[in-house]
């Protein structure tokens, strides 16, 4: 059943489009929390990868209002962009007045006008579907609440990209995305729903390996295999911070419960080993290679955008870049290759494999 939208979200849908096709990796609705609190959503989140050593992750504010207010909408996106640590902030605004633009560039944030906004409207249809079509998918699946809280997972998820994209952020969508993997196979009703949450929450994680390879663009194949492996197992604190932690709790056993002093050393073993036992060079090796590197931006792309056409794709039907990634994710949570492939096989009618395409560099505006 596809949602009827109103026009603020039929505007963010447009302003979507326009990114995507112009080569961007876009979440929308991207919740920001502090604490217990929810402070804002985003209207549209933005990544690139212009170059090997350099990514932009931008914020899109949109508004389509009769009185848009559209300087105090600059305002409030830069201040969101710099509090939040982004490289770029855009104001969408159906004001159309020239001041306003020039407003904008005098404070670096670029403002797409009524004009602009207008001539979205002649967009081809897009076969995806909508944030709220997709969400309208979750619904479908009436006890997807007490399954594990599939919305609640994808929202924490989307929220994620604005607290970072470092190791801890990485980690946790590797959980989540296990999680929607083996939901994919105990759900069977809803197991295409299942499997488009695991491709959004894969893409991220493909999001957050390409960040971090940013500063690792000119190390040897070893030291970085190395510093992904110590990333996935031990967080962005790295062994050292995780050692740290470690030393702090046997600390605190030996002050106040004395008696026990022979337990740390125990908890200590135990957490090693726990570790150790995590298979985290599987992943590492696999985004390690120079091959992947190159690829895994295309590989979120890929992936999000099989999240959200309107005729589900099986993994079957993904592209070899992007099968490879979900293998090796499968292989990484010791789960069984061709029972997940062929569970998914024909969950829905598929249109065939497709990658997005790249677009000219001139129809860019970032």
């Known amino acids: 059943m596809t949602v009827s939208l109103d026009k603020g979200m039929s505007m963010e849908e447009r302003v979507r489009s326009y990114f995507i096709r ?32 350099s990514r932009h992750r931008i914020v899109v504010d949109i508004k389509n209002k009769k009185t848009p207010q559209a300087i105090e909408r600059i305002f409030w996106a830069k201040g969101l ?15 159309k007045r020239p001041d306003v633009a020039e407003f904008g560039r005098q404070h670096g944030v670029v403002v797409l006008d009524g004009n ?11 076969d995806r579907m909508s944030e709220e079509d997709f ?13 594990g809280d599939w919305k609640g997972r994808l929202r924490s998820s989307k929220s994620r990209v604005l607290n970072g994209l470092g ?38 994680v493909a999001v957050g390996i390409d960040f971090v390879l940013r500063d690792l663009a000119f ?56 570790l150790e036992a995590v298979q985290t060079h599987i992943p590492a090796e696999y985004f390690g290679r120079p091959s992947t590197a190159q690829s895994l931006y295309n590989i979120a792309r890929e992936l999000e955008n ?12 993904l592209s070899v870049d992007a099968k490879s990634m979900l293998s090796v994710l499968l292989d990484f949570w010791g789960m069984d ?28 505006l970032l």
Not at 116 to 126: I, V, W
Not at 176 to 196: G, M, N, Y
Request: charged fraction near 20%; hydrophobic fraction near 40%; proline fraction near 6%.
């Open 22 to 53: 112009s080569g961007y990796y876009t979440l929308r609705g991207v919740p920001f929390t502090y604490g217990k609190f929810d402070v804002t959503d985003v209207d549209l989140w933005l990544y690139d990868r212009p170059s090997p050593v």
């Open 81 to 95: 962009a710099a509090t939040l640590d982004l490289d770029q902030a855009i104001v969408a605004t159906t004001d």
């Open 219 to 274: 190390a040897e194949q070893d030291a970085k295999v190395d510093e992904l492996n110590n990333g996935l197992q031990f967080g962005s604190s790295g062994a050292k911070g995780a050692a740290h932690v470690i030393d702090i709790a046997i600390g605190l056993v030996d002050q106040y419960a004395p008696e026990m002093r022979g337990l740390g050393s125990k908890i200590r073993r135990g957490v090693e080993s726990d």
């Open 167 to 204: 190791y801890n952020e990485v980690n946790a969508w590797l959980t989540d995305a296990r999680f929607f993997a083996e939901q994919s196979l105990i759900v069977p009703l809803h197991k295409a729903t299942a499997c488009r949450l695991l491709y959004v929450v894969s893409s991220l």
């Open 306 to 317: 099989a999240a959200f056409l309107t005729s589900f794709r099986s993994p079957n039907d």
């Open 135 to 147: 969400v309208g998918t979750i619904d479908a699946f009436a006890d997807q609440k007490v399954a």
């Open 337 to 364: 290759r061709s029972c997940f492939f062929l569970n998914l096989k024909g969950a829905e009618p598929s249109r065939g494999p497709r990658q997005p395409e790249s677009p000219p560099q001139s129809n860019r």
């Open 116 to 126: 602009f906004l207008s001539r979205l409207a002649n967009l081809s249809p897009s």
